[in-house]
């Protein structure tokens, strides 16, 4: 159909599909960031190469919906190709940002685009975080129940546009719009304001990720016991009778550690081996990862009579060698 000079039609022209136009390598490749997701990569990588996030579902031959937050649990292989090759990322870079086969899978929030007022959304993220990024983008770890606060500004999660109320809908946007803009209202979600959490509850919180963090390095066969638990979390802290943690929102799920910070511990400690009792044990009294691995360095600079200041475990050191060293420490100190 083609119009007259008066406008009273429209012209249509049939242009050619855009995986037919750039058949060998699309013109722009964007680097993942740390901690990136999958879902959060490919909204930035359709934008810069001039096509919207919903319609870039097309581009990799694939439904529309959610389709970038489906492709976090798992991407098939003629997709994970064209990636690989249109996109220019290596396989190891795909798979890192990806969810699939993770041990805290049942702790991910659900796929869930339309929510209710204390419902859990699919995505949480940090206000903050995306005023820091040159390019904003969300995180793995923003998918998590178990994750409350942001470990860096201190200020709770949010997972909704503050302005409508709604989810996160990176994957519907149909203009060239950044995905830290609200794809229902407009909103700039690095204008929403600082979500107070209570220090207390931040603890419990980074304690709870350090325990999983190290669980998972050892492969220990606890992991389902503990993720069940944590799956609890509500009913043992009084605030969501029948409901597991994954299914309440970042406001519920941030009263609810509020609640469990004030009780006994025992909870997450209890274990029917002994040894994981003890050493979650140590990694809630000392506060977390850091606190423990200072302790260490504390004992051992005793028993080797050397100066607290002659060397420091160094960044990025293997936790579950360093537990077990303490652990030896702790039975010589006894002794």
């Known amino acids: 159909m083609s119009g007259d000079e008066t406008g009273s039609g429209v012209a249509i022209e049939v242009r050619e599909r855009y995986r037919d136009i750039v058949r060998?390598?699309?013109?722009?490749?964007?680097?993942?960031?740390?901690?990136?997701?999958?879902?959060?990569?490919?909204?930035?990588?359709?934008?810069?190469?001039?096509v919207a996030s919903r319609w870039f579902a097309g581009v990799l031959g694939i439904g529309e919906g959610m389709w970038s937050a489906?492709?976090?649990?798992?991407?098939?292989?003629?997709?994970?190709t064209l990636l690989k090759q249109q996109g220019d990322v290596a396989t190891e870079a795909l798979s890192a940002m990806t969810m699939e086969g993770r041990v805290?899978?049942?702790?991910?929030?659900?796929?869930?685009?339309k929510a209710g007022r204390n419902r859990s959304t699919w995505m949480q993220y940090c206000p903050l975080c995306l005023v820091?990024?040159?390019?904003?983008?969300?995180?793995?770890?923003?998918?998590?129940?178990?994750?409350?606060?942001?470990?860096?500004?201190?200020?709770?999660?949010?997972d909704r546009c503050p302005a409508c109320?709604?989810?996160?809908?990176?994957?519907?946007?149909?203009?060239?719009?950044?995905?830290?803009?609200?794809v229902r209202c407009g909103f700039d979600l690095r204008r929403a304001s600082k979500i107070p959490v209570k220090a207390a509850a931040r603890l419990l919180e980074k304690c709870v990720d350090d325990i999983c963090t190290v669980e998972m390095a050892?492969?220990?066969?606890?992991?389902?016991?503990?993720?069940?638990r944590l799956l609890r979390a509500p009913v043992l802290a009084g605030v969501a009778s029948g409901k597991t943690l994954?299914?309440?929102?970042?406001?519920?799920?941030?009263?609810?550690?509020?609640?469990?910070?004030?009780?006994?511990?025992?909870?997450?400690?209890?274990?029917?081996?002994?040894?994981?009792?003890?050493?979650?044990r140590l990694v809630l009294d000392a506060g977390g990862h850091d606190g423990l691995i200072g302790r260490l360095a504390d004992l051992m600079d005793k028993h080797q009579r050397s100066p607290r200041s002659v060397r420091l475990p160094r960044p990025g050191a293997d936790l579950p060698a360093l537990l077990s060293a303490y652990a030896r420490v702790i039975g010589v100190e006894a002794k």
């Open 24 to 50: 060998n390598r699309w013109p722009m490749a964007i680097d993942p960031q740390p901690d990136e997701l999958l879902s959060s990569w490919l909204h930035r990588l359709a934008i810069a190469n001039g």
């Open 70 to 80: 489906r492709l976090d649990h798992r991407v098939p292989d003629d997709v994970a």
């Open 104 to 113: 805290l899978t049942p702790l991910l929030l659900p796929l869930r685009e």
């Open 132 to 158: 820091d990024d040159e390019a904003p983008y969300f995180r793995r770890h923003w998918r998590l129940a178990t994750r409350i606060s942001c470990f860096v500004h201190g200020c709770g999660l949010r």
């Open 165 to 182: 109320r709604s989810g996160i809908a990176s994957f519907d946007q149909t203009e060239l719009i950044p995905q830290h803009f609200c």
């Open 218 to 228: 050892k492969g220990s066969i606890m992991m389902g016991g503990l993720v069940s």
């Open 246 to 280: 994954t299914n309440l929102s970042a406001s519920a799920r941030i009263l609810c550690f509020e609640h469990l910070a004030a009780k006994p511990n025992d909870w997450l400690v209890a274990d029917e081996d002994s040894a994981a009792t003890h050493w979650r």
